[in-house]
């Protein structure tokens, strides 16, 4: 597992930073079980998610963000895609990047919901136990009962 680091500005919004680099994820796992590699974006969020379809729009989920998970699938063995925690509901799904296209063409607006991932996407619902604050994924059933 690989966790690249954050943008500066990312943690304090600030707008005195004249450029950053943008990490092209925020998490890539190895399952050798599979010989597959993860190339994942994790978001979090209350009731629906805001994304850019352009460069020029401001969203939760960054054009570039998407761009890079679209590149990193064009390997062989790599599995890109969002984990989408709807703080809500309590649900975490994992929505696989070759489905994003077909979201954000089915809905005008520019915020999606569960109902409308559940309605447009067959993402997986990843399980998780409630800790006294935190979750504890079941990071392995997930990418051992993933279909590529």
Request: net charge positive; with cysteine; charged share 25%.
């Given at each position: 597992?690989?966790?690249?680091?954050?943008?500066?500005q990312?943690?304090?919004?600030?707008?005195?930073?004249?450029?950053?680099?943008?990490?092209?994820?925020?998490?890539?796992?190895?399952?050798?079980?599979?010989?597959?590699?993860?190339?994942?974006?994790?978001?979090?969020?209350?009731?629906?998610?805001?994304?850019?379809?352009?460069?020029?729009?401001?969203?939760?989920i960054?054009?570039?963000?998407?761009?890079?998970?679209?590149?990193?699938?064009?390997?062989?063995?790599?599995?890109?895609?969002?984990?989408?925690?709807?703080?809500?509901?309590?649900?975490?799904?994992?929505?696989?990047?070759?489905?994003?296209?077909?979201?954000i063409?089915?809905?005008?607006?520019?915020?999606?919901?569960?109902?409308?991932?559940?309605?447009?996407?067959?993402?997986?619902?990843?399980?998780?136990?409630?800790?006294?604050?935190?979750?504890?994924?079941?990071?392995?059933?997930?990418?051992?009962?993933?279909?590529?």
């Amino acid at each position: 597992m690989y966790r690249p680091p954050d943008a500066a500005q990312s943690f304090d919004m600030s707008s005195k930073l004249r450029f950053s680099q943008h990490s092209p994820c925020d998490f890539m796992i190895f399952s050798g079980d599979r010989n597959t590699f993860w190339t994942l974006e994790l978001k979090s969020f209350e009731g629906s998610c805001s994304f850019e379809r352009t460069k020029e729009d401001k969203g939760i989920i960054h054009y570039y963000q998407v761009e890079s998970l679209k590149k990193f699938s064009t390997y062989k063995n790599v599995c890109s895609g969002f984990v989408l925690d709807f703080r809500k509901t309590g649900n975490t799904y994992f929505l696989m990047i070759d489905e994003w296209n077909n979201l954000i063409n089915s809905i005008s607006k520019k915020s999606f919901n569960e109902d409308d991932l559940l309605k447009y996407c067959n993402p997986i619902l990843i399980n998780k136990k409630k800790l006294k604050v935190n979750y504890r994924y079941d990071i392995n059933t997930f990418l051992n009962d993933t279909r590529l």
